[in-house]
């Protein structure tokens, strides 16, 4: 059974940090491209950022550009987001999910596994 765990999440103050870790397992992730999305309320959910399999590509929302770093470690089967700089408006539940290919996607539909979230809440 597929099972991603997110943790890290909390509450901080404007331009703190934060490290997301995204622990899965029963796969073999190391096959496919790895994503973090967000959903703050009443807003869909919307797509931060991506590591293909090997880590050699990234992307990420502009808004986060520049702030958030995307990392994995295909032999512990952990993906990171490091978040730095952080603002109100980056207040949601974080999601790591895995995408159903090696080179990763932009739009939820790609991914075909979620984990349960993690809420970070940034005090201004």
């Known amino acids: 059974q597929v099972q991603l765990v997110e943790s890290g999440g909390g509450l901080v103050q404007a331009g703190g940090s934060l490290r997301l870790s995204c622990a899965a397992s029963g796969r073999t992730f190391s096959n496919y491209a790895m994503g973090w999305f967000r959903q703050a309320p009443g807003k869909e959910r919307e797509f931060v950022a991506a590591?293909?399999?090997?880590?050699?590509?990234?992307d990420y929302v502009d808004s986060v550009k520049g702030r958030f770093t995307i990392s994995r470690d295909n032999a512990k089967n952990m993906v990171y987001l490091q978040m730095n700089s952080l603002k109100p408006e980056d207040t949601a539940v974080y999601y790591c999910?895995?995408?159903?290919?090696?080179?990763?996607?932009?739009?939820?539909?790609?991914?075909?596994?979620w984990g349960q979230g993690t809420q970070v809440t940034v005090s201004s």
């Open positions: 999910a895995v995408d159903r290919s090696r080179y990763y996607h932009k739009v939820s539909r790609e991914y075909d596994y």
């Open positions: 590591i293909n399999w090997n880590g050699g590509s990234t």
